[in-house]
């Protein structure tokens, strides 16, 4: 029997030959090819081929700037799960890490945080307000809040170029933590640190890290969504253990 097969969605080809431009020949920045020449090239529709280009901004390949066009998308970012630093983690990927000090001092502890940090309400913590930027450019913007009575001096020089340096120079580099991490949406004053719209999406990170069974770090951050992709490895969990003498419900 003679089998048909049918062509591909003409959105489909213009998607695919955007996405190879983006591969081969253009650069994050660039400007893709007008509307109009992709109707002439392919046969199609605008309205085609705005259905190829909406796929590309949905990938974070293509970003629409009103008022100026499509462009190529800047990478994205993978923001790996893990007990690291930021500089840390930018450093593992090729770049250059940079932070911006908004505020620092020491503050009561407020009752959402002293549970976090397991402290008594009001107790003295440092805090740290700061911008974290990529080769220049906005990624995040942190709160961080410390025990101020395991860190006396802390400030006396100044804030630590790393959080993660100084507290492994006393003894107190966190051996392990907990992350929720929820979507939300830039407020006035983040849009503003991040170069963003207000009311954009962001990825919102809480961390707590421990020392031994002592919480010695608690932060919270919103990073920009169109600049990081969370990336989680992910493993079949381990057979359940059944105490000897007992069986598994069946």
Same mark, same amino acid.
């Given at each position: 029997?003679?089998?048909?097969?049918?062509s591909?969605?003409k #959105? $489909?080809?213009?998607?695919d030959?955007?996405?190879?431009l *983006?591969?081969s020949?253009l650069?994050?920045? /660039?400007?893709?090819?007008?509307?109009?020449?992709?109707c002439?090239? &392919?046969?199609?529709s605008?309205? =085609?081929?705005?259905?190829?280009v909406?796929? $590309?901004? !949905?990938?974070?390949?293509l970003e629409r700037?009103?008022?100026?066009?499509?462009? *190529?998308?800047?990478?994205?970012?993978?923001?790996q799960v893990?007990?690291?630093?930021? =500089?840390?983690e930018?450093t593992?990927?090729?770049? =250059?890490a940079?932070?911006?000090?908004?505020?620092?001092g &020491?503050? %009561?502890?407020e009752?959402d945080?002293?549970?976090?940090?397991?402290?008594? =309400?009001?107790e003295?913590?440092?805090h $740290?307000h700061?911008?974290?930027?990529?080769?220049?450019?906005?990624?995040?913007?942190?709160?961080t809040?410390? %025990?101020?009575?395991?860190? %006396?001096g802390?400030? /006396?020089?100044?804030?630590p170029?790393?959080? #993660? !340096?100084?507290? /492994?120079?006393?003894? $107190?580099?966190?051996?392990?933590g907990e992350?929720?991490i929820d979507a939300?949406?830039a407020d006035?004053?983040e849009?503003?640190?991040l170069m963003?719209?207000p009311?954009?999406? !962001?990825?919102?990170?809480s961390?707590?890290?421990?020392?031994?069974?002592?919480?010695?770090? #608690?932060s919270? @951050?919103a990073?920009?969504?169109?600049r #990081?992709?969370l990336w989680?490895?992910?493993?079949r969990?381990?057979p @359940?253990? !059944? %105490?000897?003498?007992r069986?598994t419900?069946?």
């Amino acid at each position: 029997m003679l089998s048909l097969r049918r062509s591909p969605l003409k #959105y $489909l080809q213009v998607r695919d030959y955007l996405r190879s431009l *983006v591969l081969s020949e253009l650069r994050p920045g /660039d400007p893709v090819p007008s509307e109009r020449m992709l109707c002439e090239r &392919f046969g199609v529709s605008r309205m =085609t081929v705005r259905q190829a280009v909406d796929a $590309l901004v !949905v990938e974070g390949v293509l970003e629409r700037i009103q008022g100026r066009g499509t462009f *190529v998308a800047p990478p994205k970012v993978d923001l790996q799960v893990r007990l690291a630093s930021f =500089t840390e983690e930018m450093t593992r990927r090729g770049m =250059t890490a940079g932070v911006k000090v908004l505020a620092s001092g &020491f503050v %009561p502890a407020e009752p959402d945080i002293a549970e976090a940090l397991k402290v008594a =309400t009001g107790e003295q913590l440092i805090h $740290l307000h700061r911008l974290r930027l990529a080769d220049d450019e906005p990624m995040a913007v942190e709160h961080t809040w410390l %025990p101020a009575d395991r860190l %006396p001096g802390f400030l /006396d020089d100044g804030i630590p170029a790393s959080v #993660y !340096v100084e507290l /492994d120079a006393r003894g $107190l580099v966190p051996d392990w933590g907990e992350d929720t991490i929820d979507a939300g949406e830039a407020d006035h004053e983040e849009a503003k640190l991040l170069m963003i719209k207000p009311g954009k999406p !962001v990825l919102r990170i809480s961390r707590r890290a421990f020392t031994g069974d002592a919480a010695i770090e #608690y932060s919270r @951050s919103a990073f920009r969504s169109d600049r #990081y992709t969370l990336w989680v490895p992910v493993a079949r969990p381990s057979p @359940s253990v !059944v %105490p000897r003498g007992r069986t598994t419900a069946p």
